[in-house]
């Protein structure tokens, strides 16, 4: 409609155009008419005045007369010409008036009104689709309000704690220290509190040891010793189990929580342990879960990256047989310097995957015997209170841990596994289903291995898309497939 009116405007102003320049050629002609009649009355005026001077010769008189009849009869024709001229400006006048004008206006009325229907048909249909959609939206709130009211914060906290739970083994029962035999004394590691490079800690009657409890506000931990593999050094125990504990306490891992949940949660504010944590590139400055999951997450992006590089290498050595093939088509040497970027790419990741998945074993064998651990030390239900200090470290809180480690989900050992499903594909059967048709624009030769002929103008089923190196894989209706450059074809994709 907007170029319908468009066109009626401009209808409108050729036809005021055309009116305005007959009316110029009218006053064109009238002025012509009004120029030779006072030139023939000149002429006429200079003639009657020659015939009456006695001194005029013949001739003049007889030259001035002629001119005056020149003049009369071009005035006549200018005379002639106007009446004409006026004659055809009103009747283009007329029509333009009474027919043109009249035309066009009714052309813009019934195309307003056209206007004016379709407006009021789409306002009905826009009607009818809030009406459509208003049930949704209030379905949706009702949805909204049965979530609302099924929220279930318990399911939330072990959704939360399963996400950042460190896998640490729970410390041992502290030991009794014998102070009447002060040569066979010996530390233990056994608790919260670790002492100073692991050698006993003389305290006199006024001192005692500080402990490091989950919610202290002053306690720095000191970043735990690194192994050659780039883990954390296990601590031996004199009295008691093993601990598997990396060297960092309670307070880090609880700062390092409380800092990827949410920075502003005021319980954590005070949460300065981790300023001191050196962070590794195998991630053992974290619990031994949540370093299994980094890992993890390393892993498979290492392992893109690999199949990346690899699928670039190999669209690299199809365009360098084509272009030793056709030298026409482009330089192979120009092809060595990414090729060979490629290769040391690959060299490198698959370096890199393969550290990632010896640390990702370690991670998980410590994990699972981090967990053994915790099963064995935690089994029985913990002897009661005496007045007598404990001397077997494997007697406290048992019954809670061994609940705790019930509720583990049992696919433990699946989510331990590392999952490599981006190689598996490169195995997979292709699928045979085209993606898409396409159609020759020029004639191609398939010479080269890999590559298939088609004429121009042939209809072909796009079989995989161009991967960035210029070819396009395609199947013929005959049969066959094989890869055409892809500037021969128009496509067009399901």
């Not at 608790?191 to 305290?203: F, H």
């Not at 690999?306 to 093939?325: F, G, N, P, S, T």
Request: with cysteine.
């Amino acid at each position: 409609m907007k170029q319908e009116r468009k066109m009626h405007f401009q209808e409108g102003r050729r036809a005021q155009q055309q009116l305005e320049n007959g009316f110029k050629q009218l006053e064109n002609s009238k002025r012509k008419f009004e120029r030779d009649c006072r030139e023939a009355e000149k002429a006429a005026q200079n003639a009657e005045r020659l015939d009456q001077d006695i001194n005029a010769t013949k001739a003049d008189v007889e030259k001035a007369k002629q001119q005056a009849h020149l003049r009369s009869h071009m005035a006549e024709e200018s005379k002639n010409e106007y009446a004409a001229q006026l004659q055809r400006f009103n009747r283009d006048q007329a029509h333009f008036y009474f027919s043109q004008m009249p035309q066009i206006f009714d052309k813009l009325q019934d195309m307003d009104e056209r206007r004016a229907i379709h407006l009021g048909a789409g306002y009905g249909l826009l009607s009818e689709a809030e009406l459509e959609v208003v049930p949704i939206i209030a379905k949706c709130l009702e949805g909204m309000k049965v979530a609302a009211h099924a929220v279930d914060p318990k399911n939330d906290s072990q959704v939360l704690i399963e996400l950042h739970k460190s896998g640490f083994a729970r410390p041992g029962d502290v030991e009794f220290e014998d102070f009447s035999q002060p040569m066979n004394r010996a530390p233990s590691d056994s608790s919260l509190g670790t002492p100073s490079e692991g050698r006993p800690e003389l305290r006199g009657p006024g001192r005692s040891r500080a402990k490091r409890w989950p919610f202290g506000k002053k306690n720095k931990p000191r970043p735990p010793p690194l192994s050659p593999l780039g883990g954390p050094v296990p601590l031996a125990l004199p009295n008691g189990p093993p601990s598997p504990r990396s060297g960092r306490d309670p307070l880090t891992i609880l700062s390092e929580i409380s800092k990827s949940v949410k920075p502003r949660l005021a319980s954590f504010r005070s949460l300065r342990g981790s300023r001191g944590t050196v962070v590794t590139e195998d991630f053992s400055h974290l619990p031994p879960e949540q370093q299994r999951k980094r890992l993890q997450q390393q892993l498979e992006e290492r392992s893109r990256e690999l199949q990346k590089e690899v699928d670039q290498r190999e669209a690299l050595k199809k365009m360098k047989d084509v272009y030793e093939k056709t030298p026409q088509m482009g330089d192979p040497a120009s092809l060595e310097p990414q090729i060979t970027e490629t290769l040391g790419n690959i060299e490198r990741l698959k370096l890199e995957v393969q550290k990632y998945e010896a640390w990702l074993a370690e991670a998980e064998s410590r994990v699972l015997s981090n967990r053994g651990d915790s099963l064995s030390r935690h089994a029985r239900p913990p002897d009661p209170p005496t007045s007598t200090p404990p001397d077997n470290s494997s007697s406290n809180s048992g019954s809670q841990d061994a609940k705790e480690s019930s509720e583990e989900p049992p696919s433990e050992e699946s989510q331990d596994t590392p999952i490599y499903t981006e190689f598996d594909e490169d195995f997979e059967e292709e699928a045979t289903s085209p993606i898409g048709h396409c159609v020759a624009i020029y004639h191609f030769e398939g010479s080269s291995e890999g590559t298939i002929s088609m004429a121009e103008g042939e209809d072909l089923s796009l079989m995989e898309e161009d991967k960035g190196d210029g070819w396009t894989r395609v199947r013929r209706k005959e049969g066959g497939e094989g890869y055409v450059p892809t500037s021969y074809l128009r496509v067009t994709l399901n």
